[in-house]
């Protein structure tokens, strides 16, 4: 995740110190050569399902703690998670696909001598490869590709086209650090698939290095800005976060389960465990947002709205 802010080829950044960037850069390609990992091969993709694991811990299911989930028989919980799990996956891809798009643009005709080249197309290549892993397992699970809805993907195409700097690196933290929280209680998670543990594992590890960047240049993009522009930025993340969880679940998931949609939308929609559990995993980015000045009144009052406040 390097910086996506517009800026002549070959130019520096004068408000850090000189190298102090390029320096963060070494040290993740540095991380990155020790620690990586190739899906393909270090997953075992031929190891059958076992039909009573979960596709994630039954507490991060939206049903979860509603009377509807009561109600439900355990192959009936066992399909919704599965699905509910490649939905996340496939809004994953999704905003990788953005991601990587931003990167490209920003390092267009970029020094490639620099470390900050070679980590952001070590970067891309990391998400190419989460996005191959997370699609062959979500058709290892036979469970059908959920996009985001027209609007989401609309909004979204402006938002890769126009967001730079804390703009853009504010939506992609969001993203990560919502799914980082996820992730390590799935990974974890005894009664999940193993094919959704070992994903989950490779994520986390590969992600640090990513979100480590993106909260380095987010910190350096604020240096100076003025008052307009924090606010303004701050309402873009805010809003990218919006599309971005409303995202996560598709309703589609309920009627797989051979659920009544409508109940189901409303009582996930409803569920306190549910706010609960996003709250919780939004603390440190909540935090981190604050911290550098991003987490505006009129920002918060959307995180509000979908409870990761």
């Not at 998670?81 to 996340?88: D, K, L, N, P, Y």
């Not at 690196?169 to 996820?182: F, H, R, S």
Request: glycine fraction near 4%.
């Amino acid at each position: 995740m390097t910086s996506t802010t517009t800026r002549p080829a070959g130019s520096t950044r004068d408000e850090a110190p000189e190298g102090d960037h390029d320096d963060v850069a070494a040290r993740l390609l540095d991380s990155a050569a020790t620690l990586s990992y190739d899906p393909a091969t270090d997953l075992d993709w031929d190891a059958p399902l076992e039909p009573d694991l979960y596709g994630l811990n039954p507490e991060w299911c939206s049903l979860f703690g509603t009377p509807l989930w009561d109600e439900m028989s355990e192959e009936q919980r066992v399909t919704l998670t599965r699905h509910e799990v490649c939905s996340i996956m496939s809004t994953g891809i999704w905003f990788e696909m953005i991601l990587q798009q931003m990167i490209l643009r920003d390092q267009y005709v970029q020094d490639p001598s620099t470390s900050e080249f070679q980590f952001a197309l070590t970067e891309i290549a990391d998400e190419c490869r989460h996005s191959i892993m997370f699609a062959r397992a979500c058709a290892k699970m036979d469970v059908p590709n959920y996009i985001p809805r027209r609007l989401t993907v609309e909004v979204a195409r402006a938002f890769k086209t126009l967001a730079n700097a804390e703009a853009a690196y504010g939506g992609i933290l969001v993203a990560e650090e919502v799914l980082d929280v996820m992730q390590r209680d799935w990974m974890r998670g005894e009664q999940v698939l193993p094919i959704v543990r070992g994903t989950s594992r490779i994520h986390v590890v590969e992600e640090s290095r990513h979100m480590k960047f993106a909260r380095e240049e987010i910190r350096e993009s604020m240096v100076g800005v003025s008052e307009r522009r924090r606010r303004t930025s701050a309402f873009v993340i805010s809003m990218a976060a919006y599309f971005i969880v409303t995202s996560m679940v598709n309703p589609g998931v309920y009627a797989a389960a051979g659920l009544d949609t409508r109940r189901a939308v409303r009582e996930a929609a409803r569920s306190e465990h549910r706010k609960a559990m996003m709250r919780t995993s939004c603390a440190h980015l909540m935090h981190f947002l604050s911290e550098v000045g991003l987490l505006t009144p009129r920002a918060a009052k959307v995180y509000r709205k979908i409870n990761m406040l």
